[in-house]
């Protein structure tokens, strides 16, 4: 079984380059979209988590690994930012990650 639906849109540039570290909060933030199963299915959870204390700023759950899910976290996850702060997300730079609807919500 493959997932893969080709690309939607060119890869964005890998900024964090495997250092996970902040050296402050708001300031290095990590996604991705995790299957879990479950006696009766499957559930995705969707977590925004800091780097610099490994908390999770916000996450969503969801029956289906699609884009409203992940939507719906950043914009959770964007209502906890304190002023003009702006976070560098990474990902693992899916599908979710660059269609418009995201890439609109990172641009706000």
């Not at 639906?5 to 050296?23: I, K, Q, Y």
């Not at 800091?50 to 976290?73: Q, W």
Request: with cysteine; charged share 25%.
């Amino acid at each position: 079984y493959s997932s893969y639906e080709g690309e939607t849109t060119p890869a964005p540039a890998n900024l964090v380059d495997r250092d996970f570290t902040a050296e402050r909060p708001n300031e290095k933030w990590l996604t991705d979209i995790t299957e879990i199963k479950a006696r009766d299915g499957k559930v995705y959870l969707s977590p925004m988590i800091d780097c610099f204390d490994g908390k999770i700023v916000a996450y969503t759950a969801g029956f289906s690994p699609n884009a409203e899910l992940a939507n719906r976290m950043l914009e959770k996850a964007a209502s906890t930012l304190p002023g003009n702060a702006r976070p560098l997300v990474h990902s693992d730079r899916g599908r979710h990650y660059r269609w418009p609807g995201w890439l609109g919500l990172m641009e706000r």
